[in-house]
């Protein structure tokens, strides 16, 4: 006989038997903690770590238990808690508690109230103690003032710089705003097709918030006045891109061919054309961005994202058919407007797309078949976008 993992049975004993004998060990292993608990209040008091090779207790458990500091001070501040604790301290060395839900309840449990917390402990998970814990915990001025200030973000290259990480640390409240805000972006954000969703390799809820948080710095970005402090410089070098190597953004990180492209498109971002020595051989200005005028006639006549079924208008751009790095012209006929999500099929996942005579705009995968999806934008009585001809003049 063997089991799931192809191995096979040893034991003769019966799922019950087995079963009691996990629970008779897990009891061995409890009353274990409890007696070690009651050592530690004991070393404690004749301040092993104060005598010892460590500054204090805690630092002292870490050290010779082989755990984390933060998990030997839980363990130090336990065993002191259990010396008046009597109740508790009994319920580990029965097994009747784990260790686990002892250490939560050890924290605001009193003995006048410990038999009420037991009963109640064996019917909730550690989460939930640990939760009521952290309501509980009466904190002074001074570390209140401290978890506001300690707060940060740090971000980081890494993969050789193709990839870009970013954490962030904030007192909770402060925290469930940025969450929050986030959410409600990432619920307008256009949807890409379920088989380039999955490319990205995280769980398409993960990739939908790194979406919204990316579109809240972008909203926040585009407005900016000041062109210098708000555009993204990238040194192009000319034999790089013949090899189809990546460039490197200024201030660090690589940008592979494909992402250059995507960014070229649109403004902010302006690129440095340097030959084998570093030296600039050209810079790329934000010439190649629509006139205003020309963006309010493109908004009227495509509405919102060509792409089937988008429509999106808070998020879309305009992008050039045949690609202003190649050569096209910023020019009505060679825009349509695309949001920036379904702008990076294009770009980085080999989409294309064509704009007919008659102003409709046909999406292909990348295996040349053509994409077909539900409702899109507003259109008119002939089938086709909002629009009047390209040379149409539309005054706001």
Excluded at 186 to 205: I, W, Y
Aim: glycine share 10%; aromatic share 6%; proline share 5%.
């Amino acid at each position: 006989m063997c089991s799931r993992t192809g191995f096979p049975v040893v034991d003769a004993r019966t799922d019950d038997e087995i079963a009691e004998a996990i629970f008779r060990a897990n009891a061995r292993a409890c009353a274990a903690h409890a007696d070690m608990l009651r050592l530690l209040a004991e070393a404690d008091r004749r301040e092993f770590g104060e005598r010892t090779e460590a500054q204090d207790m805690a630092a002292w458990v870490g050290i010779n238990l082989g755990i984390s500091w933060w998990q030997a001070d839980r363990l130090v501040k336990t065993a002191r808690a259990l010396e008046s604790l009597p109740l508790l301290r009994s319920a580990l060395a029965t097994g009747e508690l784990g260790i686990e839900k002892v250490v939560e309840l050890s924290r605001f449990a009193t003995p006048e109230e410990e038999e009420l917390l037991i009963s109640w402990a064996r019917n909730v998970p550690p989460g939930r103690i640990r939760e009521e814990g952290d309501l509980r915990a009466k904190r002074s001025r001074e570390e209140s003032a401290d978890i506001s200030r300690e707060r940060s973000v740090r971000w980081r290259y890494h993969d050789e710089g193709r990839r870009f990480a970013l954490s962030a640390d904030y007192p909770a409240a402060e925290g469930a705003v940025l969450a929050q805000a986030i959410e409600l972006v990432r619920g307008t954000l256009p949807k890409l097709p379920e088989d380039v969703e999955s490319c990205t390799g995280a769980p398409a809820e993960d990739a939908s918030r790194a979406n919204g948080l990316l579109a809240l710095a972008t909203e926040r970005v585009a407005p900016e006045s000041d062109a210098g402090r708000a555009t993204v410089v990238i040194h192009v070098r000319a034999d790089a891109v013949a090899r189809g190597e990546g460039s490197r953004i200024e201030g660090g990180g690589i940008a592979g061919p494909e992402t250059v492209d995507r960014l070229l498109c649109h403004a902010r971002v302006q690129a440095v054309l340097e030959d084998g020595s570093g030296n600039a051989v050209r810079m790329t200005t934000a010439a190649h961005d629509p006139t205003p005028t020309m963006m309010r006639q493109l908004r009227y006549r495509d509405v919102g994202c060509t792409f089937p079924g988008c429509g999106s208008k808070r998020y879309s751009i305009a992008h050039h058919i045949a690609w202003w790095g190649l050569g096209g012209p910023t020019e009505l006929g060679n825009l349509v407007l695309v949001c920036k999500w379904h702008h990076h099929l294009v770009h980085d996942f080999g989409w294309s797309l064509t704009r007919r005579a008659d102003g409709e705009v046909r999406w292909y995968r990348p295996d040349g078949r053509r994409f077909r999806a539900g409702p899109g934008p507003p259109r008119d009585g002939r089938g086709s976008p909002r629009a009047g001809p390209d040379r149409q003049l539309v005054v706001a």
